[in-house]
């Protein structure tokens, strides 16, 4: 699939979960803004991300990753249809047990949700001194600020770990976050640093 819009009509049929327009859009804007060169993203599903980032400018890469076989070979097919295969890497794999060498500017964590915590552990050191850890879906559908939305048991595990995701980042004395109510939740962390702001002055921003 060339366009797009295919790609995302694909996803919609297939009921692949890909990023939501706002979220995307604000990522695509923080590459731009920051001159991101490097991405590495967890969660590659059919590749829809990967490739709105690598067509923003000629000079990025993203490595990505992917564990379910059938998503990597839809992603590895449709970045080939796009002539992207020179910058967009895709990794058949469990994030966890990958390790990269190379460092990133940005590391993007859309991959399996009760993870989140170990994710941000293992890949904090592959960034780059002033690069940045973005996580997606932190809200999942409204439900991690109103659990009562549903009854289903493993979705209530699973919006108690995004929760205890959202406590140990808002805890964490090494890297500072931002949190926006964009899409389905997206947050910035950013290594601590006497010299760095964070700009928090982004329509958006809650304290959650
Ligand atoms: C929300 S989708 C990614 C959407 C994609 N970033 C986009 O917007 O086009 C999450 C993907 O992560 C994959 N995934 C889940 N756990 C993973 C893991 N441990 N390692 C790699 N991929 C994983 C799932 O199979 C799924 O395709």
């Not at 980032?53 to 379910?68: K, N």
């Not at 940005?106 to 399996?112: E, P, S, T, W």
């Given at each position: 699939m060339e366009e797009i819009s295919e790609i995302k009509e694909y996803a919609k049929e297939h009921s692949v979960p890909i990023m939501m327009d706002e979220g995307i859009e604000f990522i695509c804007n923080y590459i731009v803004e920051h001159n991101v060169e490097t991405v590495l993203e967890l969660g590659t599903a059919i590749g829809y991300s990967a490739m709105?980032?690598?067509?923003?400018?000629?000079?990025?890469?993203?490595?990505?990753?992917?564990?379910?076989?059938?998503?990597y070979q839809q992603a590895v097919r449709n970045i080939h249809d796009?002539?992207?295969?020179?910058?967009?890497?895709?990794?058949?794999?469990?994030?966890?047990?990958?390790?990269?060498?190379?460092?990133?500017?940005?590391?993007?964590?859309?991959?399996?949700?009760?993870?989140?915590?170990?994710y941000f552990e293992k890949f904090k050191n592959n960034l780059t001194e002033n690069g940045a850890i973005i996580s997606d879906n932190l809200f999942f559908h409204g439900m991690v600020e109103n659990i009562g939305l549903t009854h289903n048991y493993s979705t209530i595990k699973l919006i108690r770990k995004l929760r205890r995701y959202i406590d140990f980042l808002k805890s964490n004395q090494e890297f500072e976050t931002t949190f926006y109510t964009l899409g389905d939740g997206i947050s910035v962390s950013k290594r601590r640093h006497p010299n760095l702001q964070i700009n928090n002055n982004k329509g958006g921003v809650i304290k959650i």
């Open positions: 709105r980032f690598a067509r923003l400018r000629d000079d990025i890469f993203v490595s990505t990753i992917e564990i379910d076989i059938e998503r796009n002539n992207l295969m020179d910058r967009i890497t895709v990794y058949l794999g469990n994030a966890l047990s990958y390790t990269f060498k190379e460092k990133f500017d940005l590391i993007f964590i859309d991959a399996a949700k009760s993870q989140y915590i170990n």
